[in-house]
């Protein structure tokens, strides 16, 4: 894995400040203190210096695996609330004005508000 990779890995996983928590996360499932400064460590410096050692490859790789799990969990109790709240909502005061029917919570979506995520360009 590539000093470049692991940022990814952790920018996507905990947010631009993921060291700390990239760290814990990778010591759970190493069963071994992985300290932050070690993280800054392995994504400092220019590729050869101190690269990521290749067995954390399948720990950050189960990390993510982790997060997703925990995030479509977080996203499916999310769906159901809406759901709920929504269409009480829209049905009682209509949708931004008009009617009501076709309407979905997609349309509700504002681009502009859309978490602005790390892109991996090669």
Do not use: C
């Amino acid at each position: 894995m590539t000093k470049k990779e692991l940022a990814l890995y952790g920018e996507l996983m905990f947010g631009p400040r993921f060291q700390p928590r990239l760290a814990a996360i990778l010591s759970h499932f190493r069963g071994k203190p992985i300290a932050s400064a070690q993280v800054s460590q392995w994504l400092a410096g220019p590729d050869g210096q101190r690269d990521p050692p290749d067995w954390l490859d399948p720990l950050v790789v189960r990390a993510a695996i982790q997060m997703r799990h925990d995030l479509l969990a977080r996203a499916e109790t999310l769906e159901a609330m809406n759901t709920k709240h929504f269409y009480s909502e829209v049905t009682k005061h209509g949708f931004m004005g008009g009617p009501w029917k076709g309407v979905r919570d997609d349309d509700y979506v504002d681009p502009e508000a859309t978490v602005k995520l790390p892109t991996n360009s090669n």
